[in-house]
């Protein structure tokens, strides 16, 4: 007989458990596509691009040789995100592997909306950027996802990682 409460090797469990055929169904995202949930190489690709280029251009500001060189890279990647996802809704690495941060607080049926083009994209707003890029730089929270995919900082602030082509 199985033990409800699980071991330590379960890991770690957000959520109630799915919600539907496929990972962000009860989001009212689609199944695949554009505004379909992006998995985790995508949003590990577009981190990637976005600190190669945080730290192109902390060598404007410090030598390659700096002890200070971490930190100026972790400064400009964290002003980079809370800008760009403020007035874009993606930053450039998102947006160069066809990524954006949609809102999936209103409920299922404005994210099917938003997706479908019936009603414009909810702007992600200067406050869940920001909550994103902090819970962001302590890592674990990018690490424990949830049911559908989504990470902790996601869950934190009502967004979600998707498609955007």
Known sequence: ??????????????????????????????????????GGWL????LGVDWILAGGVSLLFVSF???????????????????????F????????????????DYGPDRTEAEVTGEVPVAAVGILRALGRQVLIVFLVPALINDYNGRALHDRATGTALVRSR
Do not use: H, K
């Not at 033990?3 to 689609?30: C, F, H, K, N």
């Not at 949003?43 to 577009?46: A, D, E, F, N, V």
């Not at 809704?89 to 999936?104: K, N």
């Open 43 to 46: 949003r590990t690709l577009g």
């Open 65 to 87: 040789d700096s002890p200070n060189l971490g930190t100026t890279v972790l400064f400009v990647w964290f002003v980079l995100g809370v800008v760009s996802l403020t007035l």
């Open 89 to 104: 809704g993606f930053t450039p690495g998102q947006f160069a592997v066809g990524l954006r941060v949609a809102r999936v």
């Open 1 to 38: 007989m199985g033990r409800a409460t699980g071991t330590w090797l379960s890991g770690p469990q957000i959520g109630p458990g799915g919600g539907g055929d496929y990972r962000g169904q009860d989001l009212g995202l689609p199944e695949s596509g554009p505004g379909s949930l992006a």
